[in-house]
């Protein structure tokens, strides 16, 4: 790992253990302290990422009360011809599998079906699970520690878009893809666990984990 990512890895844990410890705090004394070290791992995070201590500030109220590594999920949407829908990223233009942060009150499954709708008006079903990727491993760019759950999904509706997609100011298109034809300007870590959607849809339904 770069020095950027070994801080922010430090940084990230350093979030962990603040946001279990201020859970469980039982005097005003020991919030402090875990306080504290929010701050520090907000500098941290600063260090690492170029961006001020104060852009970082409303990572407190959101990420940084996350406990443990935060939870993600995409969906492979791949149709009965072996082509896989890609949405194109709004905020730097790069193409990935539709996906994103899991919700308290949600599978998994639930959460890449949702993602799957919200950024491509796609309704889909999930069919497997294909893999359980951990951020460091797998070539994603993130400050944060991240699980990274993938689902094989079949399109519904023929694959036609709702045009009420809520998160369509997230994405600039989308577009079916096949497996040779991938577009080289992938989303970091998504050239990586494609792959692993195509060796379910083919048959192997073995998840593939790190370890």
Request: proline share 4%; hydrophobic share 45%; aromatic share 8%.
């Amino acid at each position: 790992m770069t020095l950027s990512q070994t801080l922010a890895l430090w940084a990230d844990r350093l979030r962990d253990i603040s946001s279990v410890g201020l859970m469980f705090a039982d005097n005003i004394y020991h919030r402090q302290r875990y306080e504290t070290l929010q701050d520090i791992a907000l500098e941290m995070f600063a260090l690492a990422t170029g961006e001020l201590p104060e852009q970082l500030e409303p990572l407190r109220a959101t990420v940084m009360r996350q406990p443990s590594a935060i939870s993600t999920a995409d969906a492979a949407i791949i149709d009965e011809t072996g082509r896989i829908l890609l949405i194109r990223r709004a905020d730097n233009g790069r193409w990935a599998m539709p996906g994103g942060l899991l919700e308290v009150g949600e599978t998994a499954a639930e959460g890449a079906v949702r993602e799957a709708f919200e950024e491509s008006g796609v309704r889909c079903e999930p069919v497997a699970l294909a893999s359980v990727h951990d951020s460091r491993l797998c070539g994603t760019v993130s400050a944060h520690h991240l699980y990274h759950f993938l689902f094989l999904c079949r399109p519904l509706n023929g694959g036609l878009p709702v045009a009420s997609a809520s998160h369509a100011n997230e994405t600039l298109g989308m577009a079916w893809f096949t497996e040779a034809d991938l577009p080289s300007a992938l989303h970091a870590g998504h050239a990586e666990r494609i792959p692993e959607a195509y060796r379910v849809w083919r048959g192997d339904h073995r998840a593939y984990f790190d370890w």
